[in-house]
């Protein structure tokens, strides 16, 4: 659906542990993808929701930075880890629904109030009783 250039990805692999037996010692299965985040030209609602969603795999330098070493292979890998930035990006062009605040009606607040207080003389019931 997004389209990332080239440009604005760097990959680099890791030794990765998990399922693959003796190749995992010797391959380097895992990747370590880095997107810069301002290279995509993202609008500033999408920029500010994907810092959120995000959160500690983004870098102060603005980059995006995803580690995947759930398959054997490596290209299995690269492609899930483009998948789950292009999931990323798809969540952050989703704008949230703007919040109309509304009030309790004064009927509510006195309904509210009410069961405070109900509640309230139930628990001062639950004291030791008093000998007078």
Known sequence: MFDIPESAISE???AASGPGGQNVN???TAVQMR???YALRLPPYAFRKLRTLAGRK???GG???????????????RVEARKRV??????AHQRDA???KTKPSR?????RVESKKKKSGVKKMRGKPSLD
């Open 12 to 14: 680099s692999f890791l």
């Open 26 to 28: 010797k391959v380097e």
């Open 35 to 37: 997107v810069n985040i």
């Open 58 to 60: 983004m870098t102060s």
């Open 63 to 77: 980059e995006l930075v995803i580690t995947v070493r759930e398959h054997r292979t490596r290209e299995a890998n």
């Open 86 to 91: 292009e999931d990323l990006l798809v969540e």
């Open 98 to 100: 703007y919040r109309i």
């Open 107 to 111: 009927a509510a607040k006195a309904r």
